[in-house]
């Protein structure tokens, strides 16, 4: 430190303060504004880009809100999709019983009728093969009662006594 005051000169420190002054003066005439405004501009810069990703979040958010709320919309479609899908379903089932039972009623209703009409046909078959029968033994019975002319005689007389006369 002596050597420093002991080489110490007024004179050449003089000069050195007026360099100093006129760099000064030099740099905020010429480099102090530009280098103010660049630090400005990038402080702005930094700033928009903060308050951009600012609002790319929010409206990221918003997208997910959306997309959150757009899944939810297609879940519940497709539950309704699903329980109209079920109902339809259970209704053509029902459908095809409700067919197939008045079809089977149908069927069954058809074989009645045909067997009442087999069963009315052939009771008039026996009655008709009966008739033949009984006419058929009476007619060898009144053979067997007519080739005696006294029977002859004796039935003429016991119908004629049970006629009337109108």
Do not use: C, H, Y
């Amino acid at each position: 430190m002596e050597q420093l005051l002991n080489d110490f000169s007024p004179g050449l420190f003089a000069m050195q303060m007026l360099i100093l002054l006129i760099l000064l003066f030099l740099l905020a005439k010429f480099a102090w504004k530009p280098i103010i405004a660049a630090l400005n501009d990038r402080e702005e810069g930094i700033q928009n880009a903060l308050d951009a990703a600012e609002d790319a979040k929010k409206e990221m958010e918003n997208l997910q809100a959306d997309n959150q709320k757009l899944l939810k919309e297609a879940r519940a479609e497709r539950e309704t999709m699903l329980k109209e899908a079920r109902d339809i379903k259970n209704k053509m089932i029902e459908d095809a019983k409700d067919e197939a039972k008045a079809e089977s009623s149908k069927l069954v209703a058809a074989a009645q009728a045909s067997i009442e009409a087999e069963k009315k046909a052939a009771i008039a078959d026996l009655k008709s093969q009966v008739a033949n029968l009984s006419i058929a033994i009476a007619e060898k019975v009144v053979r067997e009662e007519l080739s005696n002319k006294d029977k002859q005689v004796k039935l003429v007389e016991s119908m004629l006594g049970e006629a009337t006369l109108n």
